[in-house]
């Protein structure tokens, strides 16, 4: 569809957030923010000013929403050749190499610069989830041993419970998850969160090692082991949506 005179980004401050158009098979039409992106979903119903309506609305609201983001102290990775992924202890370089007859894979050198390898074949769109893919792949393994540190840590100074399996997860939905079978998963997207922010998560699911549960009980153990756990709760209601 044409998107003529339909702005490419949202300028709030000195933030900028990419907007994107896809056209949908079905009668309405939607809007969301998803890793720093405002997503429209256009209905291929709607059209002309119709279309232009619905779009001047979606913006209003993605601006409205983004201006409860009051600061960002986080920094979202950057997927691309010459990229920066900033976690919270460790500053990752990015360099993507297209070769003709290359393997794609991700090489981790001097414990921050990320090498990517990506055959030439590859469309420009394969490319883009190729290096995500990748880079997520190699920074989720070297960061795993300081996720399984922050948790133990904090679970021998709270719960003492016995934990299994302990792993990030790539995942747009939960932060967190803690099974009955005592393995925790963490939300890759957290490294970029405040540092207490992502501890509180932590927290919350080591909680669940006593209560399996939300209730009072629950809340009583998180609030012991970190009394302003409510800061954390606000701050990812307000801008966990933003988190690549």
């Known amino acids: 569809m044409p998107l003529v005179n339909y702005p490419e980004f949202l300028k709030m401050g000195e933030a900028s957030y990419p907007v994107e158009y896809r056209a949908v098979l079905k009668s309405t039409s939607s809007v969301r923010i998803k890793n720093g992106v405002v997503v429209l979903k256009l209905s291929r119903y709607a059209q002309g000013r119709k279309r232009d309506e619905i ?10 929403r983004l201006q409860k983001v009051k600061k960002l102290d986080f920094v979202n990775p950057q997927y691309e050749d010459g990229g920066r992924i900033v976690t919270h202890n460790k500053i990752y370089e990015l360099t993507v190499d297209v070769l003709p007859g290359v393997i794609s894979r991700a090489v981790l050198r001097e414990g921050h610069f990320l090498k990517i390898k990506l055959n030439s074949f590859l ?31 904090l679970n021998q100074l709270h719960f003492q419970e016995r934990v299994n399996e302990i792993r990030f997860k790539r995942t ?42 939300h209730s009072a009980r629950f809340w009583q153990w998180v609030e012991n082991a970190m009394p302003n756990y409510r800061e954390s709760e606000k701050w990812l209601k307000g801008n966990g949506f933003l988190l690549g």
């Open 55 to 64: 779009v001047e609305k979606f913006l209003k609201w993605a601006e409205k």
């Open 123 to 153: 469309s420009e769109v394969d490319c883009e989830k190729k290096i995500k893919f990748l880079t997520e792949k190699a920074i989720i393994k070297d960061q795993t041993s300081y996720l399984i540190e922050v948790l133990q840590e």
């Open 172 to 213: 747009n939905g939960r932060f967190g998850s803690c099974s009955s079978k005592k393995n925790i998963n963490i939300a890759y997207r957290l490294l970029f969160a405040p540092r207490e922010v992502f501890r509180y998560v932590c927290v919350h699911e080591l909680a669940h090692l006593k209560e399996f549960n």
